[in-house]
C-alpha cells in the first residue's frame, strides 16, 4: 500500500510538471505584436513558423519575444484576454521589454 502510494504520488508530480499552459507574445516581420496562449509552446511556435495561423501567414518570420507559464489554463487565458484588452496592461510589459523588443528585428 505504502509503494503504491508513493508511486501515484510521483505520477501525480510527473504530470503536474509536464501541464503547463503559456501566454507568448511574437513580433512579426512589419514590428507589430501578436498574443496568444497554449498548452504545448514548441508546437505553437512551429505552427506559426510554417504558416499554419491565418493571422501570421503572411506576416512571417516571426520571433518570439516573450512568454509566461502558468499551471492554469484559465490563468493563462485570462492573462492573454488581459493583454489583448487593456492597453495599460500590454503597455506595461512592452515597457519592460524595452530593449527586447528593439533587438527583436
Same mark, same amino acid.
Given at each position: 500500500?505504502?509503494?503504491? %502510494?508513493?508511486?501515484?504520488?510521483?505520477?501525480?508530480? #510527473?504530470? *503536474?510538471?509536464?501541464?503547463?499552459?503559456?501566454?507568448?507574445?511574437?513580433?512579426?516581420?512589419?514590428?507589430? @505584436? /501578436? @498574443?496568444?496562449?497554449?498548452?504545448?509552446? #514548441?508546437? &505553437?511556435?512551429?505552427?506559426?513558423?510554417?504558416?499554419?495561423? &491565418?493571422?501570421?501567414?503572411?506576416?512571417?518570420?516571426?520571433?518570439? @519575444?516573450?512568454?509566461? $507559464?502558468?499551471? !492554469?489554463?484559465?490563468?493563462?487565458?485570462?492573462?492573454?484576454? =488581459?493583454? #489583448?484588452? /487593456?492597453? =495599460?496592461?500590454? !503597455? %506595461?510589459?512592452? =515597457?519592460?521589454? &524595452? *530593449? !527586447?523588443?528593439? !533587438? $527583436? #528585428?
Amino acid at each position: 500500500m505504502f509503494w503504491r %502510494g508513493l508511486f501515484l504520488y510521483f505520477l501525480n508530480l #510527473k504530470y *503536474n510538471e509536464t501541464m503547463m499552459y503559456y501566454v507568448y507574445l511574437l513580433k512579426d516581420r512589419f514590428g507589430k @505584436i /501578436y @498574443i496568444g496562449h497554449t498548452n504545448n509552446l #514548441k508546437r &505553437k511556435l512551429q505552427e506559426h513558423a510554417k504558416g499554419r495561423s &491565418k493571422y501570421l501567414r503572411l506576416r512571417r518570420p516571426v520571433k518570439l @519575444i516573450y512568454y509566461e $507559464a502558468y499551471l !492554469s489554463a484559465e490563468d493563462a487565458r485570462e492573462r492573454e484576454r =488581459s493583454l #489583448k484588452n /487593456y492597453g =495599460s496592461v500590454l !503597455s %506595461g510589459l512592452r =515597457s519592460r521589454l &524595452k *530593449n !527586447s523588443l528593439k !533587438s $527583436a #528585428k
